[in-house]
């Protein structure tokens, strides 16, 4: 196939370089566990296409779903009026949580779930006559999506540096990546509870009267799988609730059985205030993001008379998206996907953990069926090795991982993949590293 590939501008991508590769990665079909780009290579997709396709691709019971839905009705504004879809995916979310995260408001993307939970935590603590309850805490190494307040509350340097004009009141925890103290952790590490305790230094400085909503990512993704020490997230979540301070979920990644269980929530038994869902909610086949709210939030917007929240988006439970999410529910569940075979997760766990010892590794991690390879950066270079390594499990063992955060590579496969695909990734790392300098 001939294509033209020089008007689409493509999101975080060097374009100029994309454009020149000899084999440019254009993927043509896909299927299962695998893409198929237009040279007809098959590639095994180790990233789930960007954290997302957690039921694997081109599932059918999915794809029938869109195709019914486009044919019978193919948009309807939820402004005023809706379609039965977004009613029994909202129910459906609510039960699949069964805590007090009771309500659902419908976006179409990570970046807006995020921008739909800031917007109701400031509005919240207005409602509440608290119009001082203005700061938002986030977190170093954090990726919130791409919207202004997704950037404010976020702080990967890479994704911020170009702009300006951020939210005038974010603050922002550490980081919780210690390699001197938990490299090769399985699952979470050890060492670093008392960083939490720097949002109590915040409150103290700032007062918790002035402070609106932490928001977190429970494992940051995008910043590299960096994964909470033991006890941190509770000891957050203690410290909100006893400076009446919402604590927020970005479970973008972490959402849709990523971490062996339906969500972080379940995982690490800490209930958020709200929670902001999006990838794995429709397997990643059309776009949508959710933002989850407790019952005392949106009872307390309830007192209001009329529109009671100033927000939506035009595609806001778009009938496409619900058909989908619906369907690739229905998938998770019928497969038991979203509470993965605790013995393949072991596997997965083994297989990246044999690599220590290959060279250029200083850190791997891992969690649920996420994980990551931390290189050692060259002087002059600090991404260099990842990006040829990058290049290298593409083009030379047909295998798509990503780099992020850095000079790490990550991994988010389908949730369907089995032993010999977990194989495949760590063979495919074992020969690329062997040749990278
Ligand atoms: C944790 C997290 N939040 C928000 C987003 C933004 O999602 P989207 O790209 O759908 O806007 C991402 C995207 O990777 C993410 O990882």
Not at 2 to 27: D, G, H, Q, V, Y
Not at 217 to 235: A, Q
Not at 399 to 424: A, H, Q, W
Request: proline share 4%.
């Amino acid at each position: 196939m001939e294509l033209n590939l020089e008007s689409f501008w493509l999101p975080f991508t060097p374009n100029k370089l994309f454009k020149t590769l000899p084999k440019a990665k254009i993927i043509d079909r896909a299927d299962g566990m695998y893409y198929y780009t237009i040279h007809g290579d098959k590639i095994l997709d180790a990233h789930g296409g960007l954290w997302c396709c957690n039921a694997g691709h081109n599932r059918k019971e999915i794809v029938e779903a869109i195709q019914q839905q486009a044919s019978k009705l193919d948009f309807v504004p939820s402004y005023q009026m809706s379609h039965p879809g977004t009613f029994l995916l909202a129910e459906k979310l609510v039960s699949m949580l069964s805590n007090d995260l009771q309500y659902v408001f419908f976006t179409n993307s990570g970046s807006e779930a995020v921008e739909t939970s800031l917007k109701i935590a400031l509005a919240y603590w207005r409602l509440q006559g608290q119009k001082n309850k203005k700061i938002i805490i986030g977190r170093d190494r954090a990726f919130h999506g791409t919207g202004f307040g997704g950037m404010s509350v976020g702080n990967l340097t890479t994704t911020k540096q170009q702009f300006n004009n951020f939210l005038p009141e974010v603050l922002h925890l550490s980081h919780t990546h210690n390699l001197e103290k938990n490299s090769f952790s399985k699952g979470q590490p050890v060492h670093g509870i008392e960083l939490a305790d720097e949002l109590l230094k915040f409150i103290n400085v700032h007062g918790a009267e002035n402070i609106a909503a932490v928001i977190l990512e429970p494992i940051s993704g995008t910043g590299g799988v960096l994964i909470p020490p033991v006890g941190y997230l509770e000891k957050i979540r203690k410290i909100c609730t006893e400076n009446d301070i919402l604590l927020i979920f970005d479970e973008v990644i972490t959402g849709f059985g990523r971490l062996g269980k339906p969500f972080a929530v379940n995982y690490f038994g800490v209930e958020p205030d709200m929670m902001c869902l999006a990838k794995g909610l429709t397997s990643g086949t059309v776009p949508m993001g959710a933002t989850m709210i407790n019952k005392n939030i949106y009872n307390s917007f309830m007192d209001l008379e009329g529109i009671e929240l100033w927000h939506g988006y035009t595609y806001s439970g778009h009938p496409l998206a619900c058909a989908a999410a619906l369907a690739t529910l229905d998938v998770y569940q019928k497969e038991n996907l979203l509470n993965t075979d605790q013995e393949l997760i072991r596997y997965w766990e083994e297989g990246l953990h044999s690599l220590k010892g290959e060279k250029h590794i200083i850190d791997i991690r891992n969690i649920g069926l996420l994980g990551a390879i931390e290189l050692e950066c060259k002087e002059n270079n600090p991404v260099s090795r990842a990006i040829e390594t990058f290049q290298k499990m593409f083009y030379k063992q047909n295998c798509y991982v990503r780099i992020t955060g850095g000079n790490i590579l990550t991994m988010s496969p389908p949730l369907i993949i089995n032993k010999f695909e977990i194989d495949k990734i760590i063979s495919s790392f074992r020969l690329v590293l062997k040749n990278i300098d």
